[in-house]
């Protein structure tokens, strides 16, 4: 079969299927997960794994559970410090927290000498050398260089808010820096999309229905074969004691004719009928309305179905073309797929991955020109066939001959055993034949799904395999930040800014549309496009940088820029609706509102039992939105006097240097 051709190509996007996919939970990693009744080093672990992850608010929280519990150690002390200050100015410590970050070498000791001592020893420099002028700051930076790398970074990572003046700047330089070189690392382009696939349900396959043979069926087919063996035996036996030598022959010649002609009939009846069974399911024809599935799951994967033939067009097809061509075989698909998931709760994204292969082998075999190659195969070989019809015709007239020879040894009372042979014979024929052909169907079922099921478990293992080494959140985490940093530079160079000019920054980052989304159990949501807001708070006003995030490279798109003086801004909140989803809103005074929808709606089904609060606190704090709020909050509040106090409480940190 060739369909009409066609010089169009059309394939889908890589998103184009979200719209079935609202969020993968992977409920599986517990890196978050801990229990109030969790031990201290337990808490720390959560915590440190928290602060990794973006989420410095809920990290501090474990971290200090674990301190109160009495867990104490370097590696405490460093993440502790790092939380504290993560994400966050001077301004928006409390008076206690101002304290005990002042106190902290008292309550949180050092003990031996290790890398982590070493860490916590030049955050506490760096955080000593912000409040005065005359730190070597050369001299810093050079012991901070020679810190090892996962200290080194993790300073470099938290800190950069918390800093300000001269050293903020070169903290500022070696944070880019780093940024521009590990932003890509980890063959990040190759890896992220793994993060938005959901364990892989195991492969299943419709199983051949059992063999349907009903009670009437073979009482027909025994009662048949008990009248009819009696009475060719009969029918035999007259010949042999009439002695009419050419009827008996005939009657050898019956018999043998019927061994050969039976196996072939029911082999050509066989084919035919699976061939037509086939064409039906296969008929290249568009779709009645009245076929699209009312069932949900089946929907669900007639939808997926129908996007990935859409992407897998062969090349000078039609994408209505192919998808009409392959109508029946998705029909087919879909409903093999739907019954052998419909009776195990497993959510459809958890399978994608069997749908899209079935899909990609429908158009691997239409490239190699097998996809209807069935009929080849299921075509009646001209022996049989012929086999067939000269036994049947042989079986016929030797038939007539040997009961004409019967008459006329027996005479009428040969009738009634004539009339039971053929009434017997006819019944038993036909019974037999649909047992057979039963039989036939079952096992030609089980050898397709043994073939299909040996097809979709070598695919299991090929998709486990690629997803052997799905980053985790903390990857994810890392090179978010490494983005945030590359964008803030761009924003930086196209205002002619170095960073000591900014008074303070801020970043909203929301999903952009319908871009797909997932998180691990109790961590931040993360997406695959991001919709990036950067405020860079300066002296002469606010300048606004935004940008499309595509986090598989990298790469930014759709870049624009705003000013606006501080009197401009006259609100700023967050909407937070009945669905759980919060929406970031800022006011200006012409009536402009910038808006960025933080946490979509809360409508999937939860793996595991969650707090939907607790979700949207982790993803807001991951997303610093406190910090956000916290800078724009008191811009719309106070406008330039927030700037003008903002910059003098700097100032008094450094003395010798005059408020703006």
Same mark, same amino acid.
């Given at each position: 079969?060739?369909?009409?051709?066609?010089? =169009?190509?059309?394939?889908?996007?890589?998103?184009?299927?979200?719209?079935?996919?609202?969020?993968?939970?992977?409920?599986?990693?517990?890196?978050?997960?801990?229990?109030?009744?969790?031990?201290?080093?337990?808490?720390?672990?959560?915590?440190?794994?928290?602060?990794?992850?973006?989420?410095?608010?809920? !990290?501090?929280?474990?971290?200090?559970?674990?301190?109160?519990?009495?867990?104490?150690?370097?590696?405490?002390?460093?993440?502790?410090?790092?939380?504290?200050?993560?994400? #966050?100015?001077?301004?928006?410590?409390?008076?206690?927290?101002?304290?005990?970050? #002042?106190?902290?070498?008292?309550?949180?000791?050092?003990?031996?000498?290790?890398?982590? /001592?070493?860490?916590?020893?030049?955050?506490?420099?760096?955080?000593?050398?912000?409040?005065?002028?005359?730190?070597?700051?050369?001299?810093?930076?050079?012991?901070?260089?020679?810190?090892?790398?996962?200290?080194?970074?993790?300073?470099?990572?938290?800190?950069?808010?918390?800093?300000?003046?001269?050293?903020?700047?070169?903290?500022?330089?070696?944070?880019?820096?780093?940024?521009?070189?590990?932003?890509?690392?980890?063959?990040?382009?190759?890896?992220?999309?793994?993060?938005?696939?959901?364990?892989?349900?195991?492969?299943?396959?419709?199983?051949?229905?059992?063999?349907?043979?009903?009670?009437?069926?073979?009482?027909?087919?025994? *009662?048949?074969?008990?009248?009819?063996?009696?009475?060719?035996?009969?029918?035999?036996?007259?010949?042999?004691?009439?002695?009419?030598?050419?009827?008996?022959?005939?009657?050898?010649?019956?018999?043998?004719?019927?061994?050969?002609?039976?196996?072939?009939?029911?082999?050509?009846?066989?084919?035919?009928?699976?061939?037509?069974?086939?064409?039906?399911?296969?008929?290249?024809?568009?779709?009645?309305?009245?076929?699209?599935?009312?069932?949900?799951?089946?929907?669900?994967?007639?939808?997926?179905?129908?996007?990935?033939?859409?992407?897998?067009?062969?090349?000078?097809?039609?994408?209505?073309?192919?998808?009409?061509?392959? /109508?029946?075989?998705?029909?087919?698909?879909?409903?093999?797929?739907?019954?052998?998931?419909?009776?195990?709760?497993?959510?459809?994204?958890?399978?994608?991955?069997?749908?899209?292969?079935?899909?990609?082998?429908?158009?691997?075999?239409?490239?190699?020109?097998?996809?209807?190659?069935?009929?080849?195969?299921?075509?009646?070989?001209?022996? =049989?066939?012929? =086999? !067939?019809?000269?036994?049947?015709?042989?079986?016929?007239?030797?038939?007539?001959?040997?009961?004409?020879?019967?008459?006329?040894?027996?005479?009428?009372?040969?009738?009634?055993?004539?009339?039971?042979?053929?009434?017997?014979?006819?019944?038993?024929?036909?019974?037999?034949?649909?047992? $057979?052909?039963?039989?036939?169907?079952?096992?030609?079922?089980?050898?397709? &799904?043994?073939?299909?099921?040996?097809?979709?478990?070598?695919?299991?293992? @090929?998709?486990?395999?690629?997803?052997?080494?799905?980053?985790?959140?903390?990857?994810?985490?890392?090179?978010?930040?490494?983005?945030?940093?590359?964008?803030?530079?761009?924003?930086?160079?196209?205002?002619?800014?170095?960073?000591?000019?900014?008074?303070?920054? *801020?970043?909203?980052?929301?999903?952009?549309?319908?871009?797909? #989304?997932?998180? $691990?159990?109790?961590?931040?949501?993360?997406?695959?496009?991001?919709?990036?807001?950067?405020?860079?708070?300066?002296?002469?006003?606010?300048?606004?940088?935004?940008?499309?995030?595509? &986090?598989?490279?990298?790469?930014?798109?759709?870049?624009?820029?705003?000013?606006?003086?501080?009197?401009?801004?006259?609100?700023?909140?967050?909407?937070?609706?009945?669905?759980?989803?919060?929406?970031?809103?800022?006011?200006?005074?012409?009536?402009?509102?910038?808006?960025?929808?933080?946490?979509?709606?809360?409508?999937?089904?939860?793996?595991?039992?969650?707090?939907?609060?607790?979700?949207?606190?982790?993803?807001?704090? !991951?997303?610093?939105?406190?910090?956000?709020?916290?800078?724009?909050?008191? $811009?719309?509040?106070?406008?330039? /006097?927030?700037?003008?106090?903002? @910059? /003098?409480?700097?100032?008094?940190?450094?003395?010798?240097?005059?408020?703006?």
């Amino acid at each position: 079969m060739t369909p009409p051709q066609d010089t =169009t190509t059309n394939i889908a996007a890589d998103d184009a299927q979200v719209g079935m996919q609202v969020g993968i939970v992977h409920g599986d990693v517990y890196s978050y997960v801990v229990a109030p009744d969790s031990p201290a080093d337990k808490k720390f672990e959560a915590g440190m794994r928290f602060l990794e992850g973006g989420a410095a608010g809920r !990290a501090l929280w474990l971290i200090d559970k674990a301190i109160e519990s009495g867990y104490v150690t370097n590696r405490v002390c460093f993440y502790w410090l790092l939380a504290m200050v993560s994400g #966050r100015t001077r301004r928006e410590l409390s008076a206690e927290e101002t304290n005990r970050l #002042r106190d902290c070498d008292r309550f949180l000791p050092l003990t031996g000498d290790d890398s982590w /001592a070493d860490g916590v020893r030049i955050i506490r420099r760096l955080l000593d050398a912000a409040e005065k002028t005359d730190a070597d700051v050369r001299v810093l930076m050079k012991e901070l260089d020679e810190l090892r790398p996962i200290q080194r970074d993790m300073i470099l990572r938290h800190m950069a808010v918390f800093l300000h003046g001269p050293l903020k700047d070169q903290m500022w330089d070696r944070g880019l820096q780093r940024a521009r070189e590990q932003q890509m690392s980890g063959e990040r382009s190759e890896r992220v999309r793994k993060f938005f696939q959901p364990k892989p349900a195991v492969p299943r396959v419709r199983e051949a229905v059992p063999t349907r043979i009903s009670g009437p069926t073979w009482c027909k087919a025994v *009662a048949g074969t008990l009248v009819f063996v009696p009475a060719a035996g009969y029918i035999g036996l007259l010949l042999i004691q009439g002695g009419r030598i050419s009827a008996l022959l005939a009657y050898i010649l019956c018999v043998a004719a019927a061994c050969f002609a039976a196996p072939a009939g029911v082999e050509w009846r066989f084919r035919s009928l699976r061939r037509r069974m086939l064409d039906e399911a296969y008929a290249p024809t568009p779709l009645p309305r009245a076929d699209t599935p009312s069932d949900p799951l089946a929907k669900r994967i007639d939808h997926q179905l129908r996007y990935y033939l859409a992407k897998y067009v062969p090349d000078g097809m039609d994408r209505e073309v192919w998808l009409t061509w392959t /109508a029946g075989i998705r029909r087919r698909i879909r409903d093999e797929i739907a019954d052998a998931y419909c009776d195990s709760g497993t959510k459809v994204d958890t399978f994608d991955w069997l749908i899209r292969h079935r899909a990609s082998e429908v158009a691997r075999r239409w490239n190699k020109g097998t996809l209807w190659s069935y009929r080849q195969e299921l075509a009646t070989p001209p022996r =049989t066939a012929a =086999t !067939a019809v000269l036994g049947t015709m042989a079986f016929a007239a030797g038939g007539t001959w040997a009961m004409s020879g019967a008459v006329q040894a027996g005479g009428l009372s040969v009738i009634a055993p004539v009339v039971l042979a053929l009434a017997g014979g006819w019944i038993a024929g036909n019974a037999w034949l649909r047992i $057979v052909l039963e039989r036939r169907r079952y096992r030609a079922d089980k050898a397709d &799904f043994d073939k299909l099921s040996a097809d979709c478990e070598m695919a299991y293992r @090929r998709w486990k395999d690629w997803l052997a080494d799905t980053p985790d959140d903390k990857e994810m985490a890392t090179w978010l930040d490494w983005d945030r940093k590359v964008l803030l530079s761009e924003a930086l160079q196209q205002y002619r800014l170095k960073m000591s000019d900014v008074v303070a920054y *801020a970043f909203i980052e929301a999903r952009s549309g319908s871009a797909t #989304r997932a998180r $691990v159990r109790g961590g931040p949501w993360r997406y695959r496009k991001y919709d990036m807001k950067i405020f860079l708070i300066t002296a002469d006003g606010v300048r606004q940088y935004n940008a499309r995030l595509h &986090f598989d490279d990298g790469t930014f798109h759709d870049r624009n820029r705003l000013n606006y003086r501080f009197e401009a801004v006259t609100a700023v909140h967050v909407q937070q609706a009945d669905d759980n989803s919060h929406t970031f809103e800022l006011s200006l005074m012409d009536g402009q509102k910038i808006t960025a929808q933080m946490i979509g709606p809360e409508l999937e089904e939860q793996q595991q039992p969650e707090d939907p609060e607790d979700v949207s606190e982790v993803s807001l704090d !991951a997303a610093g939105l406190h910090h956000t709020l916290h800078v724009l909050e008191g $811009v719309a509040a106070e406008g330039k /006097a927030w700037m003008t106090r903002e @910059r /003098a409480a700097t100032s008094q940190d450094e003395p010798g240097q005059p408020a703006a």
